[in-house]
Nanobody, 123 residues
Framework: QAQLVESGGGLVQAGGSLRLSCAASGGAFSSNAMAWFRQGPGQEREFVSAISWSGSTTWYADSVKGRFTISRDGAKNMVYLEMNNLSPEDTAVYYC????????????????WGQGTQVTVFS
């Protein structure tokens, strides 16, 4: 059964960095786009970043562009999100998503989701 497991969240001071990891297993994830979404307190889940199956194309929300970097290791079925210059507005549960159903990587139309990892940024 397909499974996504996120790790790397934690508590960090504003301006700091974190690296999130997503381990994928049980599915053909290497042939499809993967993404990160986040949901802050009292907010709806929002798109953060996505990466094509080859890793050659990436997409970012405007709010994280220039600060976050997505990457993947197809051989290991891993996706990463390097987050720099974090601010309290980045506080959220971050979710890994895989197997895009539609054609828009920033949409939530993914078949598989992880349980999420909490990122808390304090000032």
């Amino acid at each position: 059964q397909a499974q996504l497991v996120e790790s790397g969240g934690g508590l960090v001071q504003a301006g700091g960095s974190l690296r999130l990891s997503c381990a994928a297993s049980g599915g053909a994830f290497s042939s499809n786009a993967m993404a990160w979404f986040r949901q802050g307190p009292g907010q709806e889940r929002e798109f953060v970043s996505a990466i094509s199956w080859s890793g050659s194309t990436t997409w970012y929300a405007d709010s994280v562009k220039g600060r976050f970097t997505i990457s993947r290791d197809g051989a290991k079925n891993m996706v990463y999100l390097e987050m720099n210059n974090l601010s309290p507005e980045d506080t959220a549960v971050y979710y890994c998503a895989a197997e895009l159903r539609g054609a828009v990587p920033s949409s939530p139309e993914y078949n598989y989701w992880g349980q999420g990892t909490q990122v808390t940024v304090f000032s």
